[in-house]
């Protein structure tokens, strides 16, 4: 069955977006002890132990049409740092969301995530032809909040006690999400603005 954001490979220069596979598993297990990215309690990554389990979820929901999963790969190693995701994803109002994205610390605040991000939304409005693309973090993740909007992406609003945290650290804690969204119309401009930030010669 083809679905609307059907499994492909996207390909940079920084970074190279494979869809996810069980062999990436070994790699992720690496990746993710790079910083103990599990401890992070406003937000899910899974811990080394529990990595094959969240390969299988992603896959699953990548079945039912509702998720298209990437293991994000270091061209330079070859290897997986990370994990992204198509969610959420709405064919019949051509919409995605982009998230359940995590990377290994030493490749964070590079160019590796402009890049990625770069691929995934030009995929999603030159290709899928969406009306929008949408991101949602959690209101304490100041990191990825500036990250999200350094895209050029814009805050839709906060949807207050979204959510139970069930992270050890946290559970039981209500969690507040923000959520963003870049429309079709200002696809130009976010655009313009990545492949500038791109082209400049520090690290971002």
């Not at 869809?19 to 993710?32: K, Q, R």
């Not at 740092?81 to 610390?105: F, P």
């Not at 650290?169 to 930030?197: F, M």
Request: charged share 20%; glycine share 6%.
């Amino acid at each position: 069955m083809t679905h609307f954001a059907s499994s492909v490979t996207l390909v940079g220069q920084h970074v190279q977006l494979q869809p996810l596979h069980a062999s990436h598993h070994d790699d992720l297990v690496e990746a993710v002890k790079d910083g103990e990215l599990w401890n992070h309690w406003y937000t899910f990554i899974p811990p080394p132990e529990k990595m094959q389990a969240e390969i299988e979820r992603r896959l699953s929901l990548q079945a039912q049409g509702s998720m298209t999963a990437f293991a994000v790969i270091a061209p330079d190693s070859g290897r997986a740092v990370g994990m992204t995701t198509y969610m959420n994803i709405d064919a019949a109002h051509r919409r995605v969301e982009i998230g359940s994205t995590w990377y290994r610390q030493s490749v964070q605040r590079g160019p590796l995530n402009t890049e990625a991000k770069r691929l995934l939304l030009g995929h999603a409005f030159e290709q899928l032809n969406c009306i929008a693309v949408e991101f949602r973090t959690h209101f304490f993740n100041q990191q990825s909040r500036r990250a999200i909007e350094r895209l050029g992406a814009k805050l839709d609003g906060v949807l207050r006690n979204h959510q139970i945290n069930t992270h050890p650290l946290a559970s039981g804690a209500l969690r507040d999400t923000c959520v963003y969204s870049i429309l079709a119309s200002e696809w130009p401009n976010v655009k313009a603005h990545l492949d500038y930030q791109l082209l400049r010669p520090r690290n971002l």
